[in-house]
């Protein structure tokens, strides 16, 4: 009995031995030493986008780790227990919202923009005729008053004596001729007056109506910053972490713009899946805020790689 007990004890110790070893070994592991096979659970199509489609982001997501890591890491499995799942809600509503007041803000920034060229077209050519008007304005009243000169220098020296005494024919001609210029030219400036008059009141129409909408989006603008421009927290998906030990667990992505904010979701969902945390530089994709439709690139940055290399050990 005493030798039974003995050997119990023997492959016990044995037994704690090896659990041990197993352990050690496990924490000298790195989450990238082992695939993570993935399958897409729930599907909601209310997104307008095919399961199809869907799958290929997430291999284009994977794909910005794996080119890092020099191997496939994220292998598609319809039978994997973790869960890949798009699922609808307000979420989702608040993005197609704001698209919407996007469109709405791009449509008043294109009229505004439209107006703004047209009155400053308009302003130019009104300025054009404005100086046009003023160098003839000044032309007129300098042969006007040359003339008026003329005209009484001859009528004191015709004073008492015909014309032919102190003028001669030509001399008398010629002023009759600019008697007729300035005539016209007074006639024309008038007609040029009154014209520049009615520009002035479609100008000062187009200004009014350009003014107008160029409030209505700062309206607009100052309503979609406030509601919009602080950003969001990256919980337009997230990762749940599962059992450690068969690695189940899933992401769901609740709402995105486009493809391209998509599948930078999903490439930093898959980088929590890793094991990465997020990263203090905003144009990194584990940085912990973003945008819909952001414009961050999905390529990995310097603090990226720094992460990555802490979790995978990167040799």
Avoid at 121 to 138: D, G, H, M
Avoid at 182 to 200: D, G, H, R, V
Avoid at 281 to 303: C, D, H, Q, R, W
Wanted: charged share 25%; glycine share 6%; hydrophobic share 35%.
């Amino acid at each position: 009995m005493k030798k039974f007990r003995q050997f119990v004890s023997t492959v016990f110790l044995i037994g704690l031995i090896i659990a041990s070893a197993y352990f050690l070994y496990q924490g000298t592991r790195s989450p990238c030493d082992k695939k993570l096979e993935y399958s897409i659970g729930r599907f909601d199509t209310q997104f307008g986008l095919s399961k199809e489609d869907f799958k290929s982001y997430i291999i284009q997501s994977g794909s910005v780790w794996e080119k890092v890591l020099h191997k496939k890491q994220f292998i598609y499995n319809p039978n994997a227990s973790f869960k890949i799942n798009l699922i609808y809600d307000e979420r989702q509503l608040e993005t197609m919202q704001k698209q919407k007041t996007e469109s709405g803000l791009s449509a008043v920034e294109d009229i505004f923009k439209k107006l703004d060229s047209e009155f400053n077209r308009f302003k130019n050519q009104y300025n054009q005729k404005v100086s046009s008007y003023e160098s003839a304005l000044a032309i007129y009243k300098s042969r006007k008053s040359a003339y008026d000169a003329e005209v009484a220098s001859w009528n004191r020296k015709g004073k008492g004596a015909s014309a032919d005494t102190y003028a001669s024919k030509s001399t008398f001609q010629s002023l009759e001729a600019e008697r007729q210029y300035l005539n016209s030219e007074a006639q024309n400036l008038n007609n040029e007056a009154s014209s520049i008059n009615t520009l002035t009141k479609e100008l000062n129409a187009l200004l009014a109506e350009r003014n107008t909408k160029a409030a209505e989006y700062n309206r607009v603008a100052k309503a979609y910053n406030s509601k919009y421009n602080g950003g969001l927290e990256f919980n337009q998906a997230e990762y749940k972490s599962g059992n450690s030990l068969d690695q189940a667990g899933e992401i769901n992505v609740y709402q995105f713009g486009n493809k391209e904010d998509l599948v930078l979701a999903l490439t930093h969902e898959l980088g929590h899946a890793l094991g990465m945390d997020h990263v203090e530089n905003p144009k990194s994709i584990m940085y912990f805020l973003t945008g819909v439709n952001a414009e961050t690139s999905p390529t990995p940055t310097a603090e990226d790689l720094a992460e990555l290399n802490k979790v995978c050990k990167i040799k």
